[in-house]
């Protein structure tokens, strides 16, 4: 608990916001009804210790140098841990924040969510060039009804939705209201999530045209593969993914009213497991995820997609791949909003994740800042 808030002052009408978002984001069960990704429960002590990086000077945003720690309390970082060669060598704790206690990462759960699809592709129960509604047949007559598997991972869907965190009327927040994730609103009341997904239509141009953005989709994706599999999200992900990579803490995922999962930003996890997770992707999968799958995410992806896209200056050399962002020189990123992290670079054998609670969803110069911060922290020996 932060000494500026107390728990009564969190509601599910500010718990994204500062400062009420330093507690919430480890306590999102709380808030917003969630359902258990089992682990396999070891208990783990944590360092606090930045190791090699204790006297590493990064560039803040003021352009000056300044220690990485104090970077990471400017940047309002949480958690922050480095592994190399699969071993941990330097994780960082902000006071408030509970080693052992699940952070929600948002958008960080795209990721994850494409590596279970990944596995059910591997073991042919789903096939990447599938139309949607061949799981979803409630999905005739929306944006939905031409796309295919692969177009709902790349992000290349036509859907008339603006992707607007701050909207506070709008579809967004009609969306984030049939989410469970904000208090609804009885003049207009939202459906469940699964039927908001079928209401939206698509838009001007085709699927596969360019990278837009869209957090729908990926909810989408995680009813596609409930239904190829036939078995619940969070088992799902517990049975294929969650235990088999070494995951000592329990998961949880948001769900809304009807037990749907919030496959596009509801996961919380803890940032030692989801450095084990970065560290299964570098190792080509790790024999869980097909190697196939993994290498296409560094190589895969239009870059002509990407170039006609809303996200060009976050990578101007990049590309988007499976939900994750391939850098361009040589890294792939995991990211979600208010500041959630995981940064992998082969060439050094080194995982990063940041977990934090920054004030905006979207800060695009201290995203910059993060990504100079990353790189420096790679190579440093």
């Not at 500026?4 to 808030?31: G, M, Y």
């Not at 699969?86 to 408030?96: D, T």
């Not at 994850?112 to 061949?134: E, F, N, P, Y």
Request: glycine share 8%; hydrophobic share 40%.
């Amino acid at each position: 608990m932060t000494q500026d808030v107390s728990r009564s002052d969190v509601r599910l009408d500010n718990w994204r916001t500062a400062p009420f978002s330093r507690w919430a984001f480890q306590n999102v069960s709380e808030i917003v009804p969630s359902a258990v990704i089992r682990s396999n429960r070891l208990f783990e002590e944590a360092t606090y210790d930045l190791g090699p990086f204790s006297d590493l000077q990064v560039s803040g945003l003021d352009g000056l140098d300044q220690p990485l720690e104090a970077f990471l309390e400017a940047s309002d970082t949480d958690a922050f841990v480095v592994m190399r060669q699969g071993r941990l060598i330097a994780e960082w704790y902000a006071g408030h924040c509970d080693p052992a206690c699940p952070h929600i990462i948002f958008s960080v759960s795209k990721s994850l969510t494409a590596l279970l699809a990944g596995i059910l592709v591997g073991r042919g129960k789903l096939s990447l060039s599938d139309l949607v509604v061949q799981h979803v047949p409630e999905a005739e007559g929306s944006a939905y009804a031409d796309a295919t598997v692969q177009q709902l991972l790349d992000m290349e869907i036509s859907l008339d939705f603006e992707e607007n965190y701050l909207d506070p009327h709008g579809a967004f927040n009609r969306y984030r209201r049939a989410t469970a994730w904000a208090p609804d609103n009885p003049a207009d009341p939202a459906p469940d999530l699964k039927t908001f997904l079928c209401s939206l239509q698509k838009g001007k141009s085709g699927h596969g045209v360019a990278h837009a953005y869209r957090s729908p989709n990926t909810d989408m994706t995680g009813i596609v593969l409930e239904r190829a599999s036939g078995v619940r999200l969070p088992t799902l992900f517990s049975g294929l993914l969650w235990q088999p990579l070494g995951a000592s803490s329990d998961a949880m995922i948001t769900v809304d009213r009807a037990g749907t999962s919030r496959a596009a930003g509801g996961m919380s996890v803890t940032a030692r497991d989801l450095a084990r997770t970065g560290e299964l992707v570098r190792r080509k999968g790790g024999g869980i995820v097909p190697a196939g799958f993994i290498a296409d995410l560094w190589t895969g992806g239009s870059r002509d997609a990407w170039v006609k896209g809303d996200q060009t200056t976050l990578f101007p050399e990049g590309r988007y791949r499976n939900y994750w962002y391939s850098s361009g020189s040589g890294e792939l990123a995991a990211i979600g909003i208010h500041g959630q992290w995981i940064w992998i670079d082969p060439a050094t054998e080194t995982v990063i994740v940041k977990l934090s609670s920054q004030p905006l969803p979207v800060d695009a110069p201290l995203d910059q800042a993060i990504v100079s911060m990353l790189r420096l922290v790679s190579v440093k020996a």
